[in-house]
């Protein structure tokens, strides 16, 4: 995510860490490389100028050329900025209602049905709330299918009505249905459609004034960069719609749209799409993303991804086998699975302070795991359970039915034993002698 650009900043930025003398010159070199990696990540020309003045300006104010490390002020200053340009604060939805309204507009393309349906898991989840799903798309083929395969996904109603083709009338019908069976949340999943088309723009704005949404949403592929911000501005003339949904953002290595958007709408992004699973959905955290942005990672963000996965019974069971060094590679398999649940591993390794520094160019994503599990799955239970009865032989037939060499299982066996002593360590507190192993791993 934004790899270009942080790999860009970073290089800019490099010049003022430390404690070297810093000019007013230098400062300026500095900003202008920032404002071209700014450019380059497809970000608003005008925004880009407005960024570089604002920090220029608060660097002079704040004495940066004084200071004894002028290089991690300067960074802390660009860091403070790119909040501010993103929003400064994460703004949620406004669910205060009794029957909250939630209105999904966007071009086609952009992805509104499948984040419907992941936003309807997420007020579950989160908010627990009861949600209903409104199928208002009635031009794109099994655009209705599409939806109601999602919501049998996900064990979420949907309200549709093929006879019917006024997307107005079904969307006014939908909320009266919603009234009736309980529901206290209404997701309506619109046509994407063109701003250029005035028909088509004329029936968002009449399905909006009909139902009067408390949320209006603006669903954008951010992989569109500026385009994207364009067509933003088209639909808030419209609209004024409440806040923006960035989608596909796992795959957006510019972040131009990301960067752009508050500033040239106004309007918060509340919420962000890293991938294709259902609960592959993140509220957006402008401080948070400006230290990812930057190289510094996510760490709370990780957290709270953990926790989600985290299952307190399995986890005291777990605890249980270590003490006990009874810890096998089921137990190993299970771990890997549930990494991999959290989502993309690249993204993942981003949110930790430094790791991405560290990996440089090195390729690591859900595949990587990929001739563990292989050499896992050739062995018997009896050897996944007692590691330590896989012998020389044992070792010839594991490598033959995964189809990889045997010092690719020895290096697994190897680091699945000093996972186990650093698990052990760790359940006794042992921290000195945890950091003896580790240096010893290197």
Do not use: W
Request: with cysteine; hydrophobic share 40%; glycine share 8%.
């Amino acid at each position: 995510m934004f790899n270009n650009l942080t790999d860009k900043l970073n290089s800019a930025l490099k010049v003022l860490k430390g404690q070297g003398k810093i000019t007013e010159i230098n400062v300026a070199e500095t900003l202008k490389e920032v404002r071209r990696a700014l450019l380059e990540a497809d970000v608003n020309f005008k925004t880009a100028k407005e960024f570089t003045s604002n920090v220029k300006e608060k660097a002079i104010g704040q004495n940066v050329l004084t200071t004894l490390n002028p290089g991690q002020l300067m960074v802390k200053i660009v860091k403070d900025e790119l909040t501010n340009l993103m929003g400064g604060n994460s703004v949620g939805l406004n669910l205060s209602n009794s029957l909250t309204i939630i209105l999904m507009s966007g071009l086609q393309g952009s992805g509104k049905t499948t984040f419907s349906g992941k936003l309807a898991k997420y007020l579950i989840s989160k908010k627990s709330k009861n949600p209903l799903l409104v199928a208002c798309d009635v031009y794109r083929p099994a655009a209705i299918d599409q939806l109601n395969i999602l919501g049998e996904q996900l064990g979420v109603e949907v309200y549709s009505d093929e006879n019917e083709k006024n997307p107005v009338k079904i969307a006014i019908d939908s909320i009266a249905y919603a009234n009736k069976n309980g529901k206290n949340t209404v997701i309506i999943d619109t046509a994407g459609r063109l701003a250029i088309d005035e028909k088509m723009m004329n029936e968002i704005k009449e399905i909006h004034q009909a139902v009067n949404p408390n949320e209006t949403l603006f669903v954008v592929d951010s992989m569109t960069g500026q385009d994207a911000v364009n067509t933003a501005k088209a639909f808030n003339d419209i609209l004024n719609f409440d806040g923006v949904i960035l989608t596909k953002l796992d795959g957006d290595t510019r972040g131009g749209a990301a960067l752009s958007i508050k500033s040239v709408v106004n309007k918060p992004i509340k919420f962000v799409g890293t991938g294709e699973k259902m609960d592959a959905i993140d509220v957006f955290h402008p401080e948070r993303m400006a230290d990812r942005i930057l190289g510094m990672g996510d760490i709370v963000s990780l957290v709270e991804k953990a926790q989600d996965f985290y299952d307190e019974k399995q986890a005291r069971i777990l605890n249980k086998k270590i003490a006990k060094s009874q810890f096998g590679f089921d137990d190993f398999l299970d771990q890997i699975k549930k990494i991999k649940q959290m989502g993309n591993i690249k993204d993942m390794v981003g949110m930790i302070p430094g790791a991405s520094k560290a990996m440089g160019d090195t390729e690591i994503d859900n595949d990587s795991f990929k001739h563990i599990e292989a050499l896992i799955y050739s062995m018997t239970p009896k050897e996944r359970s007692n590691p330590k009865i896989i012998d020389v032989s044992r070792k010839k037939r594991i490598s033959k039915g995964s189809g990889l060499n045997i010092q690719e299982l020895n290096k697994l066996i190897k680091q699945f034993e000093q996972m186990s002593k650093m698990m052990k360590m760790m359940q006794g507190g042992g921290s000195n002698k945890l950091m003896q192993m580790m240096q010893g791993m290197k």
